[in-house]
């Protein structure tokens, strides 16, 4: 952030984006420095492209000495746009949530459906979560886990901003997510998912204050069992038990308490969203871009891979796994799926639906030090999605992978 000197509280001021672009030395560099976009020399390519940075006028609610002092706030009331987009700021709160569009196609992609499990491993802010729920037509479970208490925080607002209650939210780092069954959980699971379910429940709300919810919860389904046969939903018992801790018509995500998860069976899931971090090299624009080297980028890839082995025990034989990043690098993405393809032979790539991105990369990259990182093969690149931030979509660069699962025992 920028801001020429002198600026006073309702002055009038002229507003630009900063934009990564290339300095005199062929790197990259934020072309914004104290209030003045870099334009460089009329003779540079990117002169003109660096013209169009500016976004338009607005009136500054701040001094140029509160703005650099304020955390949080509006800096400047835009009444000029060079865009004419409407703000959607405090509008329609709840009802309208803005999304880049491959994070959209990345839900739908998913294909959830109503009653179904589902896993989001990487879930904050939670933007995802909510087009998944909202899919799910807000009806079975879908876990929402985040290693960062506040951000599984940020969940929770948003869920509850938007009045869904099929999301359940966890503390939890992903690489410790599969939980191993003891030998009590045998004798009581009896090999139904229904009683599945509930031992998980029980070690999650383990830190639940008051009543024993789960027992209660529990005993009760077994009556109507026992009394009957008659069949409960796994989405009902869900619901009932939220409503027992939370109270009637309040979502868990209300009261705002983060609960630890002691993570999940292997098999448990129906579908598995990982929307992994990585290098985030797809997002433009980019104010503040720590340092990438070959090394970070091969970190990120590394711990891709070990999120990704976590996906496939906790996903069922017969489900979904849906992989993404918002990066272009294709060493966290082709490379990611031939890794899973050649170690996972029960997966298979499948079809997504929408299809607007464009194909994957074939082929393989030889680095400096002799190593060959191995990408799609010929037939595999139209079953990914790779969205290219260059490309007449105008979205960021973003990579989706869908995978079937099949028969574990292969
Ligand atoms: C790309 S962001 C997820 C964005 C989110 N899916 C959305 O659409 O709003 C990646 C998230 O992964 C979380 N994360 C990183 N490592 C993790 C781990 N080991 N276990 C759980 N979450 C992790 C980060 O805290 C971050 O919130």
């Not at 009331?77 to 491959?102: H, W």
């Not at 869920?159 to 045998?186: F, G, H, P, W």
Request: charged share 25%.
């Amino acid at each position: 952030m920028a801001c020429s000197a002198h600026v006073e509280k309702g002055d009038t001021v002229a507003v630009s984006a900063a934009i990564e672009q290339r300095n005199p030395n062929g790197g990259w560099a934020i072309g914004i420095t104290r209030g003045t976009v870099l334009q460089g020399l009329q003779t540079d390519p990117y002169y003109f492209e660096r013209n169009g940075l500016y976004i338009g006028q607005g009136t500054a609610t701040m001094s140029r000495a509160g703005l650099f002092r304020a955390s949080k706030g509006i800096a400047v009331d835009m009444n000029n746009r060079v865009f004419r987009l409407p703000s959607f700021y405090d509008v329609l709160e709840g009802e309208i949530f803005l999304q880049n569009l491959p994070s959209i196609v990345t839900a739908h992609a998913l294909d959830p459906q109503k009653g179904e499990r589902i896993l989001d491993m990487c879930a904050a802010p939670g933007g995802k979560t909510t087009a998944i729920a909202i899919l799910m037509k807000d009806e079975g479970e879908l876990v929402a886990l985040d290693r960062s208490h506040n951000k599984v925080q940020d969940i929770q607002k948003l869920a509850a901003e938007m009045s869904l209650t099929c999301i359940t939210t966890y503390k939890l780092d992903v690489l410790k997510a599969i939980r191993q069954r003891n030998e009590a959980d045998d004798i009581n699971t009896n090999q139904s998912s229904n009683s599945l379910w509930f031992h998980e429940e029980k070690a999650s709300s383990s830190t639940a204050e008051g009543f024993n919810l789960d027992k209660t919860c529990e005993d009760n389904v077994s009556n109507a069992i026992e009394n009957g046969g008659t069949y409960v939903s796994k989405a009902d018992i869900r619901k009932a038990k939220r409503r027992m801790r939370n109270g009637p018509g309040r979502n868990q995500c209300v009261g705002g308490r983060v609960e630890n998860s002691k993570g999940f069976y292997p098999d448990s899931f129906d579908r598995v969203l990982l929307d992994a971090p990585c290098s985030a090299l797809g997002l433009r624009p980019r104010l503040f871009v720590g340092e990438v080297t070959i090394d970070s980028l091969k970190k990120h890839a590394t711990y891709q891979r070990r999120m990704f082995d976590q996906a496939v025990k906790l996903v069922r034989p017969g489900g979904v796994i849906v992989y993404s990043t918002c990066t272009i690098n294709p060493g966290e993405n082709e490379a990611l799926v031939r890794y899973a393809l050649d170690t996972y032979k029960f997966l298979s790539l499948a079809s997504q639906n929408p299809r607007i991105g464009g194909p994957g990369l074939v082929g393989s990259f030889e680095s400096p030090n002799g190593r060959t990182e191995e990408w799609l093969r010929p037939g595999e690149e139209e079953f990914v999605q790779r969205f290219d931030p260059s490309s007449s979509l105008d979205t960021i660069g973003f990579f989706i992978a869908k995978f079937s699962v099949g028969s574990k025992d292969v």
